[in-house]
């Protein structure tokens, strides 16, 4: 979800910020890449087919999870959560921060992601798949922390934490601990990326003195809530917490609140990342008022706002820029990219809603819409990308 090679951090003034802010968040041009990332464009298709099909069968062993009877689904379902996280997530993450930072070698990082993918695909043990994803994680990381060398900044610095999120949890997967105890490590990896990312575009908005110290404790907090637990009674009080300050820092700080005022998809992309704040803040009011120990639905309530609500909003808002610096292929915007988002957050709505009040047929059925939603996004930009390709055919000299 990084947007290219770490850009300017300098402040800019004057009356072209809202111009400048647009260009920032919704620039399509992708990154450019050296000689060495250039020659890697077959294992790229690769790397992200195995992520498309990490997704696949991590929405299959979704439904089957929320009770729908599947093919293989009860086989299935307890690599829901991984492959989600490390197969799709940690794949395309560490694929566009080996984009951004060039070379061969980071490559390794997704390249050991889709490795694990195939093998937990494959039939073949946890643990084998586990230590694949730990692998990626660890490669990852090590690319984080040369972005940090390369560009010292708070949000190189945040991007990297998050980096070690995900092998800590990897580790801790890897060594036979259960999910639901380092799935807080987890959400921490993907909450901790898009707060780093957002970070360093929020450069365009006022900040108080106040305002880096909240920034601070907020990720202070969600680490340590991750550290205790996501599921206990400690650490759902820590997380929640953390995920509230995070979720009002970013919604007060993004730039996003000057890019709604805009239209096209600087507009799309702004309200993708504010609905993403909602959730965020609404996961961290459900840890802390219907907590795991004390509600039986607590943790899927808050898991599925923030994976769904926050993170796939992000995914959703920044897939017009991802996929030419990644895919190389150019997806034009279009009002239809709304229908999808506003399905993906009613499914995220009925799916909250379903649990609050334990309605079996509630949550089922919320799944088949979130599958709806990812499936029409990507009809969506499957159709304006073949219509860009025929425009340019018509165009071209």
């Known amino acids: 979800m990084t947007h290219g090679v770490m850009p300017d951090t300098a402040p800019r003034s004057g009356a072209g910020d809202d111009r400048a802010a647009s260009n920032d968040a919704a620039s399509p041009v992708p990154p450019r890449l050296d000689p060495a990332a250039q020659t890697t464009g077959p294992q790229r298709f690769v790397i992200l087919a195995c992520a498309a099909g990490a997704l696949l069968v991590g929405i299959w062993s979704g439904l089957g999870r929320l009770g729908w009877d599947l093919p293989n689904g009860p086989s299935l379902m307890q690599l829901h959560g991984p492959l989600l996280i490390s197969g799709v997530f940690g794949t395309l993450v560490s694929l566009e921060r080996a984009v951004a930072l060039g070379g061969r070698w980071p490559y390794a990082a997704p390249a050991f992601s889709a490795c694990g993918t195939v093998l937990l695909m494959g039939g073949a043990s946890l643990r084998a798949g586990a230590l694949a994803y730990l692998l990626a994680a660890a490669i990852f990381t090590l690319a984080s922390l040369v972005a940090v060398w390369r560009q010292p900044a708070a949000f190189t610095a945040t991007l990297a934490i998050g980096a070690a999120a995900w092998l800590w949890g990897s580790g801790l997967w890897a060594a036979g601990v259960p999910v639901p105890d380092l799935v807080g490590w987890w959400l921490a990896f993907l909450v901790l990326t898009i707060a780093g990312e957002r970070l ?15 920034y601070l404790i907020a990720v202070a907090a969600v680490l340590t809530g991750a550290g205790e637990g996501f599921a206990t009674a400690r650490g759902a009080v820590l997380s929640g917490v953390g995920l509230l300050l995070l979720a009002s820092w970013l919604s007060r700080h993004d730039i996003a609140l000057r890019t709604v005022r805009l239209g096209g998809q600087a507009r799309f992309m702004a309200i993708c990342m504010l609905a993403g704040y909602a959730w965020l803040g609404a996961a961290g009011i459900l840890l802390l008022a219907a907590p795991p120990g004390m509600h039986a639905f607590g943790y899927d309530m808050a898991l599925h706002a923030v994976l769904l609500g926050f993170v796939l909003s992000m995914v959703f808002g920044h897939a017009l820029i991802i996929l030419p610096a990644v895919m190389r292929i150019r997806p034009r915007f279009g009002p239809a990219l709304y229908a999808p988002l506003a399905t993906l957050h009613a499914s995220v709505t ?29 009809a969506c930009l499957a159709l304006s990308t073949r219509s860009a390709r025929r425009h340019q055919g018509r165009t071209a000299p």
Do not use: K, N, Q
């Not at 360093?200 to 909240?214: A, F, K, N």
């Not at 334990?358 to 029409?376: E, H, N």
């Open 200 to 214: 360093e575009l929020s450069r365009l908005m006022p900040r108080s003195r106040l305002s880096r110290p909240l």
């Open 350 to 378: 009925l799916r909250v809603v379903s649990d609050l009040l334990a309605l079996d047929a509630g949550r089922r059925w919320s799944g088949v819409v979130t599958a709806a939603a990812i499936a029409s996004f990507a």
